[in-house]
């Protein structure tokens, strides 16, 4: 089992940064791929960014493309998500999962271990 747990959240003004933390426990995440999903009220939970096992590849939506950077720390068994230039559109539950392989698209029913999120408000 693995236990993830998501750091970093809070309160941003827009065009500003914060820097999302993702620690895991339990067992090492180095075989998984890594993929940070988020949630906004009333909304479905969409697709962010992931970032392969050994952390050579990874994959945007397009709305977090030139904004966001995903990356890992396998010897932390951590993976991190720096947002900049965020927008009050960027608000939501931002959840960090893991995934045994890395797909061209990547599905929260697909997921093998979910954090309990770290909630982001960027206000106008």
């Known amino acids: 089992q693995v236990q993830l747990v998501e750091s970093g959240g809070g309160l941003v003004q827009a065009g500003g940064s914060l820097r999302l933390s993702c620690a895991a426990s339990g067992r090492t995440i180095r075989n998984y791929a890594m993929v940070w999903f988020r949630q906004a009220p009333g909304k479905e939970r969409e697709f962010v960014a992931a970032i392969s096992a050994s952390g050579g590849s990874t994959t945007y939506a397009d709305s977090a493309k030139g904004r966001f950077a995903i990356s890992r720390d396998n010897a932390k068994n951590t993976v991190y998500l720096q947002m900049n230039s965020l927008k009050p559109e960027d608000t939501a539950v931002y959840y960090c999962?893991?995934?045994?392989?890395?797909?061209?698209?990547?599905?929260?029913?697909?997921?093998?271990?979910w954090g309990k999120g770290t909630l982001v408000t960027v206000s106008s």
């Open positions: 999962a893991a995934d045994l392989y890395y797909r061209g698209a990547f599905s929260p029913s697909g997921m093998h271990y």
